[in-house]
């Protein structure tokens, strides 16, 4: 091969190993929550802890928190621990018996996107 | 596609403009070091624009209304941006003679920026991890910088434009460019190992699959650089050879570099979910526990064939070279035919799955209620596989308290309890239990199986051999706050006290009074009426047991040598104490009925002092196998 046919060979792998990258999917995954996923309470929390693997972008922290499949009003602002692993979630007035879920979006801090929901239920004994 | 290509533009400028003050050494007949320059100018346009194409991507992928404010408020975006601004930097140096080598040097330093937006920095997991990930990136990059110049030399060389000759170029570049290819894969190899996890992903992830693509493409780079210190070790040699290897090292450079940008886009191997391929896996470990008898004679066979051939090789060696390598290569040939097919266990799509439900009391407890709906007519009340519906089937239901239950991967057991063991009576429960329930009963069967190999735990801590997990458990102190054995990890021991006598509180009272240290807290599971009797204490907690779940799933490390309660009938013990180091194992347990307490509160303080001055030797992830 000559070196002209190697160059253009070499460019040609270059670009094709960079369109084949599969799109970058989420990895910053919920690793620990309080209360904990699928959990059954006795007393409503004041607040909802989601523990990250890794640090998130504090500006791109997504919360949507519902409670028997209706939004709560007003929307709960989720607030990022210093070392931005993880976020709590004040709930608030808005605590009481029912079936809770909190779908959390977030952006790792390299850059990829994650998300999922916490669901829990609230049964006074 | 934005990262390899900002990386390959900015490494080339920072060997152009390198090269640029070199012209006199190299005896440049013409003005050479303008043309290197302008050449690193136009390689460092190239790499701004990769990168504004970069940050406009991550801001879509942020926000799609308005990409260029969101992307700042990142820290990939951050990096970027200044990114840009070195490379803005060394093109502005570049314009100049006299400041071509601090272009060159701000160019290199740019080429942190494809570190520091990359998994092993921005993951924030270790300072040594991102030490080893820059360190990867530039020395990568210093290497790369200067395989196009080199190209180019030769070929000025070949023209006559520079009078040095090429060899000495090319012999001055080799010298270094060993040890820095060296230290550039044993930091790779650093950031391989922790980004990848754990084999399996090698083989069963994206990441996997391009690592090896990489490492292809590193061996050929290595091969080529090796041909390359052939040929300047043979005494005079025409050009064109050379030039050939080291266009071809930098075709196999750009490949290198191709898989490295697309491993820094997709998910590390570590973190993603292991989808396994085959039916079957290679592990020796595991396929001598679960089939030892059937290993003997294929390893025995492997080994006498790579015995044979090898001594066929030998004795041929010197009449018939072709002959020897034939033989060798058969006997290693038919030993891997024998031996290969002997060290593999079977395996499923979901071997390497991991475990959606947290190791503790709680999931056990559910996984019980489930085993007593779905399974234990088969295989009985306590798991023996004694049930009455299991009597008259052709293939007898599994004893699920022998260990082999726990050498399969929880993935497997997961495969098996969702699906069912093809060619067995061992029906699937995939319709009728969820992903989270089929979970809860793989935790009930590891604490069924842990809680046999509990026996072998005794009352004294054996120094450094941590390998029964602690089960998490749950409370809430007097302020209404909820805590977890778990939220200890890495700070404090515990001392688990299981009562099922009031009368035993005595001993927490003893406890209170005397506490083992101060790197354990003592915490005392009851039922709420006994734990009704009990006075507050400082660093005392108390765990309401009111389900009575944690009493259910910690009874399982009820069992000593002495009694093994095998039948399941013996009444409960009036009190147990385990002591848990600050990694979450198990180290040592004391019965009220046979070796009641530690031989006194200074030697329990001793064991913990000696727990809190032990290193982490493993984790304790009951999940992961
Ligand atoms: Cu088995």
Redesign the pocket.
């Given at each position: 091969m000559t070196a002209r046919g190697l160059r253009a060979v070499s460019a040609a792998a270059l670009v094709a190993s960079m369109v084949l990258a599969p799109a970058a999917h989420a990895h910053s995954w919920l690793v620990k929550s309080e209360p904990r996923a699928g959990a059954t309470l006795a007393q409503p929390p004041a607040e909802v802890v989601l523990v990250f693997a890794e640090a998130v972008e504090p500006a791109f922290v997504k919360i949507a928190v519902h409670r028997d499949g209706k939004p709560v009003q007003p929307a709960p602002v989720p607030v990022l621990a210093a070392d931005a692993k993880s976020a709590t979630v004040p709930l608030g007035a808005a605590a009481g018996p029912g079936a809770w879920s909190i779908d959390w979006r977030i952006v790792a801090r390299d850059g990829h996107r994650s998300n999922g929901t916490l669901r829990f239920v609230v049964k006074p004994r | 596609m934005g990262r390899g290509l900002a990386f390959v533009a900015i490494a080339q400028a920072v060997g152009w403009l390198a090269l640029a003050p070199r012209g006199a050494w190299l005896g440049a007949t013409f003005d050479l070091c303008s043309r290197w320059r302008a050449l690193a100018a136009a390689a460092l346009g190239v790499a701004l624009l990769a990168i504004a194409w970069r940050l406009h991507a991550h801001g879509v992928e942020l926000d799609p209304d308005a990409p260029w404010r969101a992307a700042p408020q990142t820290w990939v975006g951050r990096v970027l941006i200044a990114q840009a601004c070195v490379v803005a930097a060394a093109l502005v140096a570049s314009r100049t003679a006299r400041t071509a080598t601090l272009g060159a040097v701000l160019a290199w330093l740019a080429l942190a920026g494809t570190a520091l937006s990359g998994h092993a920095v921005a993951a924030d997991v270790s300072p040594w991890l991102s030490a080893a990930a820059i360190a990867h990136v530039m020395v990568a990059g210093a290497w790369c910088a200067a395989l196009g110049p080199l190209l180019l030399l030769h070929r000025a060389a070949s023209a006559g434009h520079v009078t040095r000759p090429w060899r000495d170029v090319l012999a001055r570049f080799s010298r270094v460019a060993l040890p820095a290819m060296l230290a550039v894969v044993a930091a790779g190899t650093v950031v391989a190992l922790w980004s990848v996890g754990r084999w399996p992903a090698l083989f069963a992830t994206p990441y996997g699959q391009w690592l090896g693509i990489k490492l292809a493409a590193v061996v050929g780079v290595f091969a080529s650089a090796a041909w390359l210190r052939r040929w300047l070790a043979r005494p005079a040699a025409a050009h064109r050879p050379a030039g050939r290897a080291l266009a071809i090292e930098c075709a196999l450079a750009l490949a290198v570099v191709g898989a490295a940008g697309t491993l820094a886009d997709i998910v590390p191997g570590a973190h993603d979910a292991i989808t396994w391929p085959d039916a079957f896996r290679w592990a020796p470990l595991d396929a001598w526990r679960?089939h030892a008898p059937d290993m003997v004679a294929p390893l025995v066979g492997a080994a006498a064939a790579i015995v044979v051939g090898g001594l066929v090789g030998l004795r041929l060696r010197r009449r018939h070279a072709g002959l020897a390598w034939g033989g060798a290569g058969t006997g290693v040939a038919l030993a891997a035919a024998l031996a290969l097919p002997a060290i593999a266990v079977d395996a499923y799509p979901s071997t390497y799955a991991a475990a959606v439900t947290p190791w503790d009391a709680a999931s056990i407890a559910a996984g019980a209620q489930l085993y007593e709906r779905h399974c234990s007519g088969c295989h009985g009340r306590t798991g023996r596989g004694d049930g009455a519906a299991g009597a008259a089937l052709p293939v007898r239901p599994?004893n699920l308290t022998e260990p082999?239950?726990g050498?399969?991967t929880h993935g497997d057991l997961w495969w098996w309890i969702t699906h069912g063991i093809a060619g067995a009576p061992m029906p699937g429960f995939g319709a009728v239990t969820t992903d989270v329930e089929r979970w809860q009963l793989i935790d009930w069967l590891m604490a069924l199986s842990l809680g046999h190999e509990a026996r072998n735990l005794g009352t004294r801590v054996l120094s450094r051999a941590p390998w029964l997990p602690a089960i998490d458990l749950r409370w809430t102190d007097a302020a209404g706050r909820e805590h977890a054995l778990s939220d200890l990890r890495g700070r404090e021991a515990a001392l688990v006290v299981l009562i099922h006598d009031a009368r035993e509180l005595d001993r927490v009272r003893a406890l209170a009074a005397s506490p083992p240290g101060p790197g354990a807290r003592v915490i005392v599971v009851a039922a709420p009426p006994i734990a009704a009797q009990l006075e507050p204490a400082a660093g005392v907690d108390v765990a309401v047991d009111a389900d009575g779940a944690i009493a259910a799933a910690w009874g399982h490390y009820r069992r000593t040598l002495a009694s093994p309660d095998l039948r399941d009938d013996a009444p409960l013990v009036a009190r147990i104490e385990w002591l848990v180091d600050r990694f979450g194992f198990v180290r040592a347990r004391w019965r009220a009925d046979e070796a009641p307490v530690f031989a006194s509160a200074d030697a329990l303080r001793a064991a913990v002092a000696a727990l809190a001055a032990e290193p982490e030797l493993r984790s304790p992830d009951v999940h992961a196998h």
């Open positions: - | 679960l599994a082999h239950v050498w399969h």
